[in-house]
């Protein structure tokens, strides 16, 4: 016997055809991407919306002296870079960045190398060194402002090994303030450096390393070789990100030294809140403007440098 096929009736073809285009807009109505929109709202009324603006009012006379908003061209811009004041801050948030950049990746690639090892000891040591990641800016200044004070516990410390009275003034010199600092800011944020170099030493293959230590490599001679070249992924991370995050530094200088002694660590996003906090919007918006342009300007040459030594090696 031969089966024979039967087409399908008309009306049940017609009830396929109809199904077919709510099916697919179903899909497209459940499709992942619409679970980007709340983020993207959110982006876009509380990033994007501000960033501009912040262009616009650049260019007004915009103060609480003033009732109206006017628009003044450039002259917001030529009276900041002629005080001088502007050009002296930007060089101090270069300056303090790049404190910050290395002292923070040294601290972590350390850390990494010293608790690379997978033992008890060693994960709880990760997790305490992260700790200062997840807490406060603020608290993180504030401690630090109350222990290096001439009266303070670290002087207290060093005067019970040294049998002296020490009181040593840590964030009342212009000169090396700034260090010290950064030294903060390196120390809370290290912890998060430690877990990417952590990261990148796991991928690094070990029967690579193998071979080296089996023609007689030694250990610094591997991490020159070996080891550090193919962390570059992860330098290039933590150099980006420890760069910009400090150029936008504010809470752990404001709540240490509030920009003294003498503006010796007056960043410029501690400029721009006092000059807003005086009345002056419009400048604190130019300067604001200002430091987007410089970090702008900063991060792409040093992240394509970084991504092409990747290639590199």
Same mark, same amino acid.
């Given at each position: ?20 285009? *709510? #099916?697919?807009?179903? *899909? *497209? ?43 003044? #061209? ?20 270069? =300056?303090?960045? =790049? ?19 997978? @033992? ?16 406060? /800016? ?24 040294? #049998? ?15 260090? =010290? =600092? ?16 952590? /990261?990148?030493?796991? @991928? &690094? ?15 610094? @001679? ?29 809470? &752990? ?16 996003? &501690?400029?721009?809140?006092? @000059? ?31 991504? *092409? ?5």
């Amino acid at each position: 016997m031969t089966a024979q096929l039967t087409p399908l009736a008309p009306a049940a073809s017609t009830r396929v055809a109809r199904k077919a285009p *709510r #099916g697919g807009l179903r *899909r *497209r109505q459940d499709h992942p991407a619409w679970f980007l929109v709340p983020a993207l709202i959110i982006l876009i009324v509380f990033f994007f919306v501000p960033t501009i603006f912040n262009f616009v009012y650049a260019f007004t006379n915009w103060s609480s002296f003033h009732s109206e908003i006017g628009f003044v #061209g450039f002259d917001n811009f030529t009276a900041l870079f002629s005080n001088g004041s502007l050009i002296n801050d930007l060089r101090i948030t270069l =300056v303090y960045a =790049v404190l910050v950049a290395v002292l923070q990746n040294l601290f972590g690639l350390v850390l990494a190398l010293v608790l690379e090892r997978d @033992t008890a000891i060693n994960r709880f040591a990760r997790v305490a060194f992260f700790v200062p990641v997840v807490m406060s /800016a603020l608290a993180v200044g504030y401690i630090f402002q109350a222990m290096l004070k001439p009266e303070g516990a670290l002087n207290q410390i060093l005067g019970f090994f040294t #049998g002296q009275h020490v009181t040593i003034a840590w964030l009342g010199s212009t000169t090396w303030t700034i260090v =010290v =600092v950064a030294v903060i800011h390196a120390w809370k944020w290290m912890g998060l450096s430690m877990l990417i170099f952590l /990261a990148g030493l796991k @991928t &690094i293959n070990e029967d690579i390393l193998e071979a080296a230590r089996l023609d007689g490599a030694s250990w610094w @001679t591997t991490f020159r070789s070996i080891r550090f070249p193919l962390l570059a992924p992860a330098v290039t991370f933590n150099v980006a990100t420890a760069l910009l995050g400090s150029m936008n530094g504010f809470d &752990i200088v404001q709540a240490t030294t509030a920009g003294g002694p003498g503006g010796s660590t007056e960043l410029l996003n &501690i400029f721009i809140f006092r @000059t807003f906090g005086q009345g002056l919007f419009a400048q604190a918006t130019t300067m604001s403007l200002t430091l987007f342009l410089m970090v702008t300007i900063l991060a792409f040459p040093v992240i394509y440098f970084l991504r *092409r030594r990747e290639n590199v090696l």
